[in-house]
């Protein structure tokens, strides 16, 4: 499968159908990225779990850490990576020995194996590289528009009412709205030469 | 699959704006409040923490220009927009993420005599150093590049005289020295150039003309391309270092490609306070609809105006890159295709007197301080724009002082001919 972009329908059907998300490299520091995410996600309904070794016996938002993902313990649907490229390998490896498999292998924004996406394609998992699920969830449900970012996305239908104060809904009709093509080729060339 | 892209046409009508979800209005409601209810303690947190999207102020976000904002991203083909009070307002947030005191920018000597004052004296005072290179000379910028520089800022077609900068051969200088190139297109308009797929890094307007496109509302937008790397060599510590304002956020770590955007938003707008108000959001959002529509008669227009001034034997020269044979028709057709916008210059055999009269004798041509409105505009520029500039400095900025400017409206051009004819022979 191309990596360069992603189709609207396959991330709103990741983000749709996943429940379960390790995250790789969760960081406990509320200024980190990958609180943001993490924070994020579980504020939209999704069961978060933290994974970093060197939190053990803290937890994040109320989610004790986990060392490993073999330590979780339950069947997991996503494992967001947040790591860079070169410490995706050894986490996809993780994630391939456990059972059940997941569904889906997320790399954070900014990080793109190629090698590890043809191997956790191969175990017939979906996989997404160099994006964030937060950005995601926000484009798609049209969230981040409050902020004056390009949505990407257009709609003549009214959106789903807001639940829980000012949250959107990722099950919202829309079509591909305005390119960012000059970005998503500064990014590539980013990643071929990193 | 979304194989499907949407035209600019149907881009300008709907990016951004969509059913209000409670009342279900089709038109983007007007969000005239200052303020916004939190959902509780923690999401106010979040919000002021950038944890969350969602609106806290309207100096910081507001639903309304919320929807121009991404309106005008999605025409130009960037990430991420931050609309705030006027054209000059963007300058100043732009510059204000890149530069600190003792900094240097290099900017084209051919500008809005008002952003020549601007960078000149305004931004003297806060340490921030233009230097002068000469958009018809590619060289000039890259001898103008020194340790300190941070940006490089151009108009893509130029005011007042229309001429079109090479942006390509700019933006080749700027990758080089590793410097992200600002480009305003408030001329242009993305209808006629888009500078994101020709390099450029950040584009600036002043929404004040063709986009809002009917002299009602002042206004200005900053558009993220995506494209700069801001940490890679901690040039740029607004966007690479921690924040002490956000409790150690890095700001591009964070919002990766639109993180541009976010710095003008939450370290410069905030700050600064250059809020743009929900009403003219709204009638720029409005005028935006029809851009597409408008710029085709504002080309059409001024490529007429332009063609019957050059054979009219009182006129000395008509600069209007439009025209065959003008000294910037090449870069025209390369860089604005369907048109070469509507604003030019031109000088009349009886010199400055001549101009004076000329602006004087005409009835449908308002003579004011702007351009790119419905209405046919004219003005001398060396006594007025430009009035501040030497005399040196006037030509080389194209306003030389027997110069009269136009800005072609959308009536009809037989009418604006006529209107020039008469007052060519009074
Ligand atoms: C090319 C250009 N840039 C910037 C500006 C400044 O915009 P504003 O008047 O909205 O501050 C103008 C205004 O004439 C302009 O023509």
Redesign the interface.
């Known amino acids: 499968m191309n990596h360069d972009s992603y ?4 991330i709103r059907e990741i983000l749709n159908g996943v429940k379960t998300i390790a995250m790789v490299g969760a960081s406990p520091v ?2 980190r ?1 990958s ?2 995410a993490f ?2 996600l579980a ?1 939209r309904g999704y069961d978060m779990i933290p994974v970093n070794p060197g939190h053990v016996g803290k937890s994040l938002l109320g989610k004790p850490f986990v060392a490993s993902l073999l330590e979780i313990g339950r069947p997991v649907d996503m494992i967001d990576i947040f790591r860079n490229s070169s410490n995706i390998m050894p986490a996809l490896d993780e994630a391939l020995k456990m059972t059940p498999l997941p569904k889906v292998i997320w790399m954070q ?2 990080a793109r194996d190629d090698a590890a996406a043809a191997k956790a394609e191969a175990a017939g998992l979906k996989v997404v590289m160099n994006r ?1 699920p937060k ?1 995601e969830y ?1 484009r798609l449900s ?11 996305t ?9 639940t ?3 949250r ?1 809904s990722l099950n919202r009709m829309s ?9 998503d ?3 590539k060339n ?1 990643s071929e030469l990193t | ?6 035209g600019f046409s ?2 300008a009508v ?3 704006a ?5 009342t ?1 209005a089709r038109v983007t409601p007007i969000y005239q409040t200052t303020s916004f209810v ?3 303690a923690d ?1 106010a947190a ?1 919000l002021f ?7 806290i102020y309207t100096r910081i ?1 507001n ?1 309304t ?3 121009l ?2 309106r005008v ?3 130009e ?7 705030v009070a006027s054209g000059h307002a963007a300058q100043v947030v732009v510059l204000q993420q890149l530069l600190m005191p003792g900094d240097e920018f290099i900017a084209a000597r051919k500008l809005y005599g008002g952003s020549i004052n601007q960078f000149t004296h305004a931004f003297k005072s806060f340490g921030w150093n233009v230097i002068w290179a000469d958009p018809d000379d590619v060289g000039s910028f890259e001898r103008a590049v020194t340790p300190h520089t941070k940006a490089i800022f151009i108009e893509s077609i130029a005011n007042p005289a229309g001429s079109i900068t090479d942006i390509e051969a700019i933006s080749a200088v700027a990758r080089k020295a590793g410097l992200p190139l600002i480009v305003d297109n408030t001329l242009a308009t993305p209808y006629l150039l888009r500078p ?2 020709h390099g450029a890094d950040i584009v600036v307007h002043s929404l004040t003309k063709f986009l809002g496109g009917h002299g009602n509302s002042l206004g200005g937008i900053i558009v993220d ?5 801001w940490s890679k060599n901690n040039k740029y510590p607004m966007l690479s270092e ?1 924040r002490p304002e ?4 890095k700001i591009q ?2 919002f ?3 993180a541009f ?2 710095a003008c ?1 939450v370290l410069g707008l905030r700050d600064l306070g250059p809020a743009l108000s929900p009403f003219n959001a709204f009638l720029i959002l409005t005028g935006i609809e029809t851009l597409p529509l408008r710029m085709q008669k504002h080309c059409e227009n001024a490529k007429a105006v332009a063609e019957w001034l050059s054979a009219h034997p009182a006129v000395a020269a008509v600069s209007y890159a439009g025209l065959a044979g003008d000294k910037y028709n090449n870069l025209a057709r390369k860089y604005a295709p369907r048109g070469a916008g509507a604003v030019f210059t031109f000088s009349l055999k009886g010199g400055y007197e001549a101009g004076v009269n000329l602006v004087s004798n005409l009835k449908l041509f308002s003579h004011l301080a702007n351009v790119g409105d419905t209405r046919s505009l004219v003005i001398h520029p060396a006594s007025t724009t430009h009035s501040q500039l030497d005399d040196a400095a006037k030509v080389k900025s194209g306003a030389a002082p027997d110069v009269v400017r136009l800005s072609i409206g959308i009536e009809d051009k037989e009418d604006l001919i006529a209107d020039l004819e008469q007052a060519l022979s009074t």
């Open positions: 189709s609207d329908d396959y509320n200024v990225p609180y943001f924070k994020y504020q924004l900014g964030c950005i926000g049209s969230e981040i528009s409050w902020m004056g970012v390009n949505s990407r257009l709609s003549s239908k009214r959106a789903p009412i807001p829980l104060g000012m959107l079509v591909g709205g305005g390119e960012t093509t000059a970005s080729r500064a990014a980013k | 699959m979304n194989d499907r892209l949407p149907t881009l709907h990016a951004g969509q059913p209000d979800p409670t279900g939190f959902n509780d999401h979040s923490g950038l944890q969350a999207f969602g609106n976000t639903p220009t919320a929807v904002e991404e991203a999605a025409l083909g960037g990430t991420a927009a931050l609309a994101i797929d391309a995506g494209t700069f790397d921690p956000y409790h150690g956020i770590e964070t990766g490609n639109f955007a976010i938003r």
